[in-house]
């Protein structure tokens, strides 16, 4: 049978293999290329490229905003870092709500079904959070920078960007950083949230200016 063929050619069955697990080897196959097409028409589709583009358009202008604050608007320095602080935070999860664009219909069965917090992947609003979920999904989801594009044989060619950039685990911890300064400090505890967050909240501004 050609499925025989298929199954091998991917390694599922052997020429020794039984008829239970060539049926276990022809679902997984199934399922695996079920998963791809899924992701391919997420990938195509105008609706999510054109929700993926908002995001990051509106991304860029929030972190322009961000940028202004940092150096100063309101001349007051608690409520200027305050101020860039919230503008990155929303930064960082537009950043995140772009990268459900390409794996929309598997996200959102992840999520109906996931085994803590199930729920309407329209409601969700952690930036942390969702990159994980889609890290399950897909190990390469999180969004990498490309450097400008060069002409090559084949058409246009957009090579990864080689330089520093905002990774993953550099997003995780500013995540965290911006919910600390987020709050107002409370005046019978710690009050240097401000002064020891200022180093890695402007070093994050830089970082994020590459997207």
Same mark, same amino acid.
């Given at each position: 049978?050609?499925?025989?063929?298929?199954?091998?050619?991917? +390694?599922?069955?052997?020429?020794?293999?039984? $008829?239970?697990?060539?049926?276990?080897?022809?679902?997984?196959?199934?399922? +695996? %290329?079920?998963? %791809?097409?899924?992701?391919?028409?997420?990938?195509?589709? %105008? +609706?999510?490229?054109?929700? #993926?583009?908002?995001?990051? =358009?509106?991304?860029?202008?929030?972190?322009?905003?961000?940028?202004?604050?940092?150096?100063?608007?309101?001349?007051? $320095?608690?409520?200027?870092?305050?101020?860039?602080?919230? %503008?990155?935070?929303?930064?960082? =999860?537009?950043?995140?709500?772009?990268?459900?664009? $390409?794996?929309?219909?598997?996200?959102?069965?992840?999520?109906?079904?996931? $085994?803590?917090?199930?729920?309407?992947?329209? +409601?969700?609003?952690?930036?942390? =959070?969702?990159?994980?979920?889609?890290?399950?999904?897909?190990?390469?989801?999180?969004?990498?920078?490309?450097?400008?594009?060069?002409? !090559? !044989?084949?058409?246009?060619?957009?090579?990864?960007?080689?330089?520093?950039?905002?990774?993953?685990?550099? #997003? =995780?911890?500013?995540?965290?950083?911006?919910?600390?300064?987020?709050?107002?400090?409370?005046?019978?505890?710690?009050?240097?949230?401000?002064?020891?967050?200022?180093?890695?909240?402007?070093?994050?501004?830089?970082?994020?200016?590459?997207?």
């Amino acid at each position: 049978m050609d499925e025989f063929k298929i199954l091998r050619s991917h +390694k599922l069955i052997t020429n020794h293999s039984s $008829p239970g697990l060539y049926s276990a080897g022809l679902n997984s196959l199934l399922d +695996k %290329q079920r998963k %791809q097409r899924m992701l391919m028409q997420d990938a195509q589709s %105008q +609706k999510a490229l054109s929700i #993926y583009v908002e995001c990051m =358009e509106e991304a860029k202008h929030r972190l322009a905003a961000a940028e202004r604050y940092a150096a100063g608007a309101t001349t007051q $320095p608690r409520l200027d870092t305050e101020s860039a602080c919230l %503008q990155l935070r929303k930064t960082l =999860e537009l950043v995140a709500y772009a990268a459900i664009a $390409p794996h929309k219909s598997k996200y959102e069965q992840w999520r109906t079904a996931a $085994p803590k917090k199930p729920g309407d992947f329209r +409601k969700n609003f952690n930036g942390r =959070e969702i990159l994980a979920s889609l890290t399950a999904i897909n190990p390469y989801s999180y969004p990498r920078p490309l450097a400008p594009r060069v002409k !090559t !044989t084949n058409g246009w060619h957009y090579p990864p960007f080689r330089g520093e950039y905002l990774s993953k685990k550099r #997003y =995780e911890r500013v995540c965290d950083k911006c919910s600390v300064l987020l709050h107002a400090d409370n005046p019978w505890g710690n009050k240097n949230s401000i002064r020891n967050s200022s180093a890695i909240f402007l070093d994050t501004l830089r970082l994020s200016a590459l997207y």
